[in-house]
């Protein structure tokens, strides 16, 4: 089940954002204390609101009733009304096919409910598992561009494969999924 982040959720995000693994491809984490997840959420999340972006949606175990992941938009750009899509989940629960549900979940809300008009999502190079979960949507591979990544204890400048998706190449996607 997807949901908005709560701050409450802080416990549950420390659990996957401390595991290297899980933010190794991130920009961020891994956490050492939870306080920085309930920080993160206070500082980064939340504050989304005011810059006209929804808070973000936390995956959610339904059996364990815990937050076992994210999934957002977490930049804006007001020229082309696009936003950017990021997502991380606990280890526990890769490759059974939860982000790509989300991702594809959250594609129809950027273009049926917020009416965004164009979505942007990317992932370093060497990240297949995030390459594979957005092969898997309508997304189209633009470019690759180099990111200066910028965690605590690594600096350094990596590349990314960039992906959009406008709201017409989805309408096409769509009625060409319901022609099959």
Do not use: C
Request: charge should be positive.
């Amino acid at each position: 089940m997807l949901r908005e982040i709560e701050l409450k959720d802080y416990k549950d995000m420390f659990e996957y954002g401390s595991n290297p693994l899980v933010t190794k491809y991130l920009n961020w984490g891994p956490f050492v204390l939870p306080i920085e997840a309930k920080r993160s959420i206070k500082s980064i999340f939340i504050p989304r609101l005011k810059k006209g972006l929804p808070i973000g949606y936390a995956i959610v175990d339904l059996k364990k009733q815990k937050m076992i992941g994210t999934i957002d938009f977490h930049t804006k750009n007001d020229l082309d009304h696009s936003v950017e899509i990021g997502y991380a989940l606990h280890k526990d629960y890769w490759n059974q096919g939860i982000m790509s549900y989300a991702l594809k979940y959250l594609i129809d809300l950027a273009f049926n409910y917020f009416d965004y008009k164009k979505l942007r999502i990317r992932h370093m190079v060497d990240n297949i598992a995030s390459e594979m979960i957005i092969k898997k949507t309508p997304f189209r591979y633009t470019e690759e561009t180099f990111y200066q990544l910028k965690k605590v204890h690594d600096r350094r400048i990596v590349t990314l494969k960039n992906y959009e998706l406008t709201k017409e190449e989805y309408d096409e996607y769509q009625q060409s999924q319901r022609n099959l």
